[in-house]
């Protein structure tokens, strides 16, 4: 998916590829391990990352990746920011963002028709995507990342100008 949001949008199809492969490279490290390689790296672990340990394996995986692969910014960006999403993404991120929410496994209500927004508006489907993730997040008492909320509301601003 991520090569061929790559394709539509003029990004760098290989590099779309190895961001897509590797973005979940600390998927499964253990909390005991995080925790002593986030310190280690002096990578910051903020309030609601403290009580939801799974959203670092964004943050632990973009040092990671560029730890073992040297990866450049726009991946550990990308990886950065593939979970909780941020107001700061770039197309890229953006592509790698989207691909892991509409990829081929992925099965809920509404996904075939977000694979199509995909591909003729990045932002739109995106704003889809979150709400999805919004109520998902409601309905299992999670709590909400504002890094979510924040790339929500710029969406929204830019689509309004
Ligand atoms: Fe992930």
């Known amino acids: 998916m991520a090569i ?3 394709e539509v949008y003029g ?7 190895f961001a897509g492969l590797i ?3 600390a998927k499964e490290i253990s909390k005991e391990e995080g925790e002593i390689y986030a310190k280690k790296h002096n990578i910051e672990v903020d309030e609601i990352e403290k009580f939801q340990w799974g959203l670092m394996h964004a943050k632990l995986g973009a040092s990671i990746a560029k730890e ?3 990866v450049d910014q726009d991946i550990q960006k990308a990886i950065t920011y593939h979970t909780t999403g941020h107001k700061d993404m770039d197309r890229f991120s953006k592509i790698i963002y ?4 509409i990829e081929e496994n992925r ?9 199509e927004i995909a591909k003729t508006d990045l932002d739109m489907a995106i704003l889809t995507t979150i709400d999805f993730v919004l109520n998902k997040s409601i309905k299992m008492n999670r709590l909400i990342h504002p890094n979510t909320i924040d790339l929500r509301n710029q969406i929204l601003k830019e689509k309004s100008e």
């Open 4 to 6: 061929e949001l790559a």
């Open 23 to 25: 973005h979940d490279i």
């Open 98 to 101: 989207l691909a892991d929410k």
């Open 107 to 115: 099965n809920y209500e509404g996904v075939i028709e977000l694979r």
């Open 11 to 17: 990004e760098d199809k290989e590099k779309a590829a």
């Open 68 to 70: 073992r692969y040297n």
